[in-house]
């Protein structure tokens, strides 16, 4: 069981809004130089999230995006299954063998599992936005030096 690349980026992307302290929306193309993911990549993905009632978008100057409802209320679960078309979809076992009726049901627990992660607790301990950042100028500067 692996967790798509898309799925991937699109949790990235959620925790950078989570994260952000700033009361201005994110645009995304601070998203692509925080995550390296092409802003055309990032349009696709934010298509998705915006579809599934994850993020919303913020026109004119200053614009961006904003999560469309707290962290503490979206989960792993809703932003795989919003970007990935395999991602929590369950099957109907009709016709599969007895490994595929296993791995359906190992594939539902998992993204059970994912519904009872949240944003919010997925950010709890992360770094401080100037300490990762300056921590992370720390590595290059002595790496480089």
Do not use: C
Request: glycine fraction near 8%.
């Amino acid at each position: 069981m692996r967790l798509s690349s898309r799925g991937s980026h699109a949790i990235k992307a959620m925790m950078n809004l989570a994260l952000s302290n700033r009361k201005k929306p994110v645009t995304l193309a601070e998203l692509s130089q925080e995550n390296f993911i092409s802003i055309s990549y990032l349009e696709q993905l934010f298509a998705r999230l915006r579809e599934g009632g994850l993020v919303s978008g913020v026109r004119g100057p200053g614009g961006g995006y904003v999560l469309a409802r707290p962290a503490d209320q979206i989960t792993m679960g809703d932003i795989i299954l919003a970007v990935d078309e395999k991602g929590a979809k369950k099957e109907d076992d009709q016709g599969k063998t007895h490994i595929d009726v296993m791995w359906n049901d190992l594939s539902n627990k998992f993204y059970g599992f994912l519904d009872e992660i949240t944003l919010a607790e997925t950010i709890a301990n992360a770094p401080e936005e100037g300490a990762a950042s300056s921590a992370s100028s720390n590595k290059e500067f002595s790496s480089t030096h």
